[in-house]
């Protein structure tokens, strides 16, 4: 079957590091998506992997190893702002190339 | 002006009531899909369609249909609604022509069935 696993909730702290841990077993891979959600609004894009290792952009950076289904979300330097869902998906490369997604990491950033 | 529009932002309707949502897209996308999300479960997927002529059940379909109107309107009815279809609903678009294909997503219908 398909599954992905993401903690449901973390805290931290304004200004310190948090990780964000998804694993996944999904029919075929085609690259693994990070997006992020604020409560009531719509998911928006943040980081897409398809080859294992990092990718950095600013604050954020998402880690993909296939061979272990695992990935995760790095936040830096954390602000107020980051306090959301973080969504992991995983685009399969059968049945139409269609994105599973995890149920949501909510992460609450306190000062 | 928003890429990716949903009307309406919030419906309150009976049991036994048909209604329809509606998507708009400016990106030019081929690609549509109808999500909803529920507390604890994520986005899961109800229809979606890869151009005009194609439309696909996703893992939830049951108690929904779907027109494609055109490349860019994507449109979400609930026959006979029921109390268990209230969640936020929200259309998507993707480009046929990225290897990524991220998803871009409307700013969601909130539904709730009485």
Not at chain 1, 55 to 66: A, D, H, I, Y
Request: charged residues 20%; glycine residues 10%; hydrophobic residues 30%.
């Amino acid at each position: 079957g398909q599954n992905i696993d993401q903690p449901t909730e973390m805290t931290a702290t304004e200004g310190a590091i948090v990780q964000i841990n998804c694993t996944y077993q999904t029919s075929g891979f085609n690259g693994l998506f990070w997006y992020q959600q604020h409560a009531g609004e719509a998911p928006t894009f943040l980081s897409y992997n398809v080859l294992d290792g990092l990718e950095e952009k600013g604050r954020f950076s998402s880690f993909l190893s296939r061979s272990k289904g695992y990935s995760y979300l790095l936040l830096k330097e954390l602000q107020m702002k980051d306090s959301a869902s973080y969504l992991c998906a995983v685009r399969g490369n059968t049945g139409g190339f269609k994105t599973i997604f995890g149920a949501g990491t909510r992460l609450f950033v306190k000062a | 002006d928003a890429d990716v529009t949903q009307t309406p932002r919030n419906r309150i309707t009976k049991t036994g009531k048909r209604i329809m949502l509606e998507c708009s897209q400016t990106k030019g996308h081929d690609r549509m899909y109808w999500y909803r999300q529920d507390p604890g479960l994520g986005l899961r997927l109800i229809y979606y369609s890869f151009d005009v002529k194609d439309i696909n059940k996703g893992e939830i379909s049951d108690g929904y249909s779907v027109s494609r109107q055109a490349q860019a309107k994507f449109s979400l009815s609930l026959e006979s609604a029921i109390p268990n279809q209230t969640a936020l609903y929200f259309c998507a678009t993707s480009d046929l022509g990225t290897s990524q294909e991220t998803q871009y997503f409307g700013p969601g219908t909130r539904l709730l069935v009485l």
